[in-house]
């Protein structure tokens, strides 16, 4: 079956640290990929997608994220992460329609 | 939010009565989206439409209908609203072509049924 798994509820990193955030898909061909941020209160922000080409794409705000076709692999990361990167972020996955994944609440520490 | 706009932004109904949501776009865009939002589940479909008076069912329709009579408004319809229909609601858009996946949100509407 189609699905997209983002493996951690949530994560708590401290401001300055880095930043992975995971996602895993099952589909039979390549899917186009992308990541979404979602702050409190508001819909959501995408931040970067992966249609074809070089496997790491950069995003907004400082974001970037390895498409690993042998991992079925879309992972999110940053170098550094500043408190107003806290949010929900979403992985999501289209071939026909698109699929979210479930998000992960990340949580910056001072 | 890429000249999308939903109303209303909050909405709190009785079970049993008929809710419309509306989604309005000034971006000339093709396709639009409904989702719904809950804890746990991310957002998930529950229809779209690729053109004006076509739509098509996503993963989550039932109890829910749609219409898109302007390529700039698209509604949604809950007949009878259930206490299992309250989540956040998001539309969103996007293009025809290469660019028919990425799409863009509205600021959402949140739904509270009684």
């Known amino acids: 079956a189609q699905s997209v798994t983002q493996p951690d509820i949530h994560i708590t990193v401290s401001e300055g640290a880095s930043l992975e955030l995971r996602c895993n898909y099952s589909?039979?061909?390549?899917?186009?990929l992308f990541w979404y941020v979602q702050s409190p209160g508001q819909g959501l922000q995408l931040l970067l997608k992966?249609?074809?080409?070089?496997?790491l794409v950069q995003g907004i705000k400082g974001f970037e994220a390895e498409f690993k076709r042998s991992q079925s692999s879309f992972n999110l990361r940053k170098p550094s992460v500043h408190w107003s990167d806290a949010a929900e972020y979403f992985c999501?996955?289209?071939?026909?329609?698109?699929?979210f994944g479930a998000g992960t609440r990340l949580t910056v520490k001072p | 939010d890429a000249g999308i706009t939903q109303s209303p932004r909050h909405k709190v109904t009785e079970t049993g009565t008929p809710v419309t949501l509306r989604c309005h776009q000034t971006?000339?865009?093709?396709?639009m989206y409904w989702y719904r939002q809950d804890p746990g589940h991310g957002l998930r479909l529950i229809h779209y439409?690729?053109?004006?008076?076509?739509?098509d069912k996503g993963e989550v329709s039932d109890g829910y209908s749609v219409s898109r009579s302007k390529t700039e408004d698209f509604l949604l319809t809950l007949e009878s609203a259930t206490s299992s229909q309250t989540s956040v609601y998001f539309c969103?858009?996007?293009?025809?072509?290469?660019?028919?996946?990425?799409?863009?949100f509205g600021p959402g509407t949140r739904l509270t049924v009684t």
């Open positions: 589909y039979g061909a390549t899917p186009y």
């Open positions: 439409s690729y053109g004006v008076k076509d739509t």
């Open positions: 992966y249609f074809s080409g070089d496997t």
């Open positions: 971006e000339n865009h093709r396709y």
């Open positions: 969103a858009i996007s293009e025809s072509g290469g660019s028919r996946y990425e799409q863009y």
């Open positions: 999501a996955v289209a071939v026909s329609k698109m699929r």
